[in-house]
DNA sequence: CTTCCATTTGACACCCGGTGTCATTACCGT
DNA sequence: ACGGTAATGACACCGGGTGTCAAATGGAAG
């Protein structure tokens, strides 16, 4: 896995081109044509090489829109790693996601689109489950170690899932407004999360950030259905 | 969508067979080769129908594992309906998650291999997002009337969204354990959530019925990894 | 019984994603 | 120039899914 550039000295062929480069095509391609009008054959020739090829950099045309996931997710790990061992468990995850979703001014145009293919189009929300296996398993370890148990516990897999769930809920809620800022509508998940949504004390404000953070975009609904 | 069994005084030529029935001769083979491996080919020759035929039964081959899914997560609203306007949002989110999953005693085997399949078939794995969305939109719209806010609201929706998260969890948990009580587990998780997984007072026992239904299944992890 | 209509069926042809195989091509160091 | 190494792409194949259309089936009307 992962493609090394070219290493000086490598004997053999290199490679024709890279994952990004086609990835850029890919995405050309997606935004004209759409995700599932767009065949790998479109793409491998679009990028002047053969199908076969494609193959080669991507284990499936779903994989082109993860990019340099599984990378990142090592980020978060090192997130969750730089975290004080006495912040609660709920605050430490909802600080690592949120920042894990901060991403360069420049990019958030890229990631929205990115965020989008993966929540709309069903083949991709579909092969999207087994990708947040591994951020599930993050959180999950990180939780693990937080509270004693086992990886493999109801607990630490509980939070894994409702954290993913959250954020999921907060990519579809920042998709659906633009210029909405993603990190504060994560916080304002992650807190409401933490909070048990209200389970144990529905009352006023006796919250932290969530208010300033809901402040930022909560407009009402603007579709119908 | 569904078939009607067959209406009397109905014209035109009769099914030759049901979902039921199909799904049946499905099971049989995925248990015997796996999901995997077993075509369409081979349940419509199993079944003695066509290939195009089998496409007119199910929407695909993926689909044949939820029989009658839709039908049940009718029942489901109705179990919201029928909770107490004035019970806490949370508490009714878990005892009609729990009710939910309570199946006949004789059923269980049936339950715990289809929900095998789902959760450990990656294909299933994958698909079942898309299915799991409508089990979603339930909870989404029980929340929101609770919350009196938008069903495509972010607290409705996060709530839908770490719910789901939630079960999920339970079911693998609860698969893992041959001999655990489901309804148990489910139990568990839900107050756990509830009270933002410890988020706020994660002290000993203010729990209700959480202690007696951890000590259902409470063994400590038999896997690796 | 025949005719008409509604409906299901299945054969056939396609499309597309994904995989195994293998000869070919390109590049390295010698 | 040579040999090893790695990427490439043509080819064939599998399997899921769909559009099309003629044929089969059965109820109801004549």
Redesign the interface.
Same mark, same amino acid.
């Given at each position: 896995m992962s493609t090394a550039a070219s290493s000086p000295g490598r004997p053999g062929r290199r490679p024709s081109t890279s994952q990004v480069e086609l990835e850029k095509v890919a995405f050309r391609l997606f935004d004209r044509d759409g995700f599932d009008a767009t065949t790998v054959d479109d793409i491998a020739t679009a990028a002047g090489i053969g199908r076969r090829t494609f193959f080669r950099y991507f284990d499936s045309k779903n994989d082109v829109v993860w990019g340099a996931f599984t990378e990142q997710l090592d980020q978060m790990r090192a997130g969750f790693c730089a975290r004080p061992d006495n912040e @609660?468990?709920? !605050?430490s995850l909802r600080a690592v996601v949120v920042e894990f979703n901060r991403v360069a001014p420049g990019e958030t145009e890229r990631h929205r689109r990115r965020l989008e293919l993966i929540l709309r189009v @069903?083949a991709l929300? /579909? *092969?999207?489950?087994?990708r947040y296996?591994d951020w599930r398993a993050v959180v999950a370890e990180f939780a693990a170690d937080r509270l004693g148990e086992?990886t =493999?516990?109801?607990?630490p897999?509980?939070? /894994? *899932?409702? /954290?993913?769930?959250?954020a999921? /809920?907060?990519y579809? *809620?920042w998709l =659906?407004r633009p210029g909405s800022d993603l990190c504060a509508?994560l916080d304002?998940?992650f807190t409401?999360?933490?909070?048990?949504? #209200? #389970?144990? #004390? !529905?009352g006023a404000a006796s919250g932290r950030g969530a208010d300033s953070a809901a402040g930022a975009d909560?407009g !009402? !609904?603007t579709?119908g259905?």
């Open positions: @609660p468990l709920m !605050e @069903p929300q /579909a *092969h999207s489950t087994l296996a086992e =493999g516990g109801l607990r897999q509980a939070i /894994a *899932h409702a /954290a993913l769930g959250t999921l /809920a907060a579809e *809620h =659906g509508v304002t998940a409401d999360l933490a909070r048990g949504f #209200g #389970g144990a #004390g !529905e909560f !009402e !609904e579709r259905s």
